[in-house]
C-alpha cells in the first residue's frame, strides 16, 4: 500500500493533471476519490433527482455551519463510494442474471451539497476572495451572467427575464443546492422529508425551491432527453474502465473521448492537500415540444426532406443518436461517436450550426487561420464540459400558493413522478418539460460560457464565409435576441442539402427557453467537516 500522507499539494495535482483516464483502483487517488463529492466524474444513473435550493438566514450562520456539519458533511455521496457502488451493482447484476432479477439492489442513495458564490461570502464573510474560488463568472452569479448577455430591454419584461424564473430570480439569493438522487422513489420522498424537516425545524434559513428529475429511459434502455433525442451518449471519459468499455464498441481515431480529471476538477482552496472540488452550472431550460415539432415540419418543408432528417439537421444527430455527420439514415446498430468534421467544412452533411457541430467541434478549423496549429486544436477539448442533467416533468396539479409548505411542494412534486413512470416512454417524450441541464468543469469562463456565448450564441463560429454573413446559430440553444441589439431576431440559413437548391432561411429557435439556476462549487468533503 502507498502511504499517501507525506504527498505535496503538488503531487496530487500531477495525478489530477495525468491526461490519461485513471483506474478506479490506483491507491494513490483513493485518498482524492474519498474527499471528492460523487456525481462529478461519471453520472449517478439513478432513476429520481431532487434539488432543494437554500438561503441562509444571515442572523443564523453559526446555527447553519452546524447543520452542515451535521446533516450534510457525514452524508455527502464521495466518488470512491459511487464508484464502489457502481461495482457492487454491476457484480449483482452479474449474479442476478444467473438466479433471479429480485436479488439486483435498487443501488445507494446519493447525495451532493454545493455552495453558491453568494452562500461562499454569506458563511465565511468573504469580502476579497482573490486567489480563492478566483472565477469571475462564479463570483458573478447566473442571475448577472444572464442580464449582461441576454437582458434585451429595460422594461424586463420578455420571457426569459430573471423575474419570469422559477430559479434564482426571486427576492432570495441562492446560497446553497442539495442534490438528493435514488432508484426507489419512495426511498427518495423520505429522505426528502427528513432533510426538510430538520432545515425547518433547525430555522437556519429558507428553502426557496425545489426541482424534480426523471430519468427517462426507451424500449432500448436508452436515456431519452428533450424532443425524444437519446441523450448522454458524448461525454468526456475519466476512468479506465469507462473508457475501455468505449474502445471495445469503437475505434479514436476520428474523435477520442478520453479526459485528464483536471479538465473537471480544481483544487479546494479550503480544504486539504488532497482535496478537489468543480464548478457546477444548473439551469432549469424549458422545452416545448409542439414547438420543436412545428418547426421540424416547417424546415423539413423547406428543405423538401422527411421531417426525421430536418430534426437531425438541427441537432446533428437523430433521435435514436445515430449522427449526420456520418449516415443519412437513423437506425443504425450501435451508437457511433467515432467521427469528427474535418471532411465536411461547409456543413453539407452535419449543418455547421447543428446543436453537437456547435458545443463540440471536435477540433476543427474556425475562421481564425492561427487555429490550425495543433495546440490549439487541443485546446478545444479543453473546452469541453461533463453534463450530468435530466429531464424534469411539471404538469403535475401543483401550483405553488404563497402559503404552501415547501415541503408539501416538494413531495407532490415527487409523487407526480408516480404518474409519469405509468406512462409509456413515447408518451413521456409529449410529456417532457424540460432539461434540469447540470454541467461540471474546472473553468464556467472557458468550458460553459465558452460554448454558450462564443459558440452557440455566435453566428460566426465555426467559420464566416466568404460571400457574406454567416448566419449559423445553435438552433437548440442559441440566443437570437442579445443584449444591444433587440429588434432584429438574427437570421438563420440552412444548406438545401435535400433537394440540392439553394440556402434558404428559416428560424428554428425559440423552443428552449431558460428559467434560471445559478453558479455552483462542489467543495470536498473534508471541508464540509470543518464548518
Ligand atoms: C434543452 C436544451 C438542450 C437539449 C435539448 C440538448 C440536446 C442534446 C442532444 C440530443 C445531444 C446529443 C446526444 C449526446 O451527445 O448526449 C446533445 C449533446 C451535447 N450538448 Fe446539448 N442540449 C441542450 C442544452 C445544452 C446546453 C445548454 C449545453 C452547453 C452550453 C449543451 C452542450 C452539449 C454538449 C457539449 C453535447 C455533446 C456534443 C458532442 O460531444 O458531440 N447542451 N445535446
Sequence with gaps: MIDTNDNSEQDYQSLI????????????????????????IKN????????????????????????IRDEIANSVTSTYKQLQDTEDYRQNLNRALDSSPEEIHPGE???NFFLSYQGYKILFKLEN?????????????????????????????????????????????????????HNCLEELKYEAELIIEEFERRAVGNIIACEVGYKLVDEKKRVVGPFGFVDGVSQPLFLKRDYEKYCNNQDTDKWDPKASLNLVLVKDPFGEPYSFGSYCVWQKLETDYECFKKKEKELSDNLKCDSEKAAALVVGRFRDGTPIALSEHPNQDSIKNNFNYNDDPQGMKCPLHGHIRKVNPRGEQTKNPNDDLPHLEQLKKYHRIFRAGITYFDKSKVQKSPDSKILDVCLNKLKYLKEVRKELPEDNIKNISGLLFVCFQSSIVNQFQKLQNDWADNDKFPREFSMGESKYLDPVIGHPLVKGDTKNPKPQEWFNKCSGEDVRNYPFYGCVKNKGGEFFFAPSISFLKKF
Excluded at 45 to 59: A, D, M, P, T, V
Excluded at 142 to 147: A, E, F, L
Design 17 to 40: 493533471d495525468n491526461p490519461d483516464p485513471v483506474d478506479a483502483d490506483d491507491q494513490r487517488y483513493e485518498q482524492i476519490f474519498k474527499d471528492l463529492q460523487g456525481g462529478i
Design 44 to 67: 449517478y444513473g439513478r432513476n429520481y433527482y431532487l434539488y432543494i435550493f437554500i438561503f441562509f438566514n444571515q442572523e443564523k450562520i453559526e446555527q447553519a455551519k452546524q447543520w
Design 109 to 111: 442513495k446519493c447525495k
Design 129 to 181: 476572495k482573490k486567489n480563492v474560488l478566483d472565477e469571475p463568472l462564479f463570483e458573478k452569479g447566473m442571475k448577472s451572467w444572464w442580464t449582461r448577455n441576454y437582458q434585451t430591454n429595460k422594461k424586463d419584461n420578455d420571457a426569459e427575464s430573471p423575474r419570469t424564473w422559477d430559479i434564482g430570480g426571486g427576492k432570495h439569493e441562492i446560497h446553497g443546492l442539495i442534490l438528493l438522487a
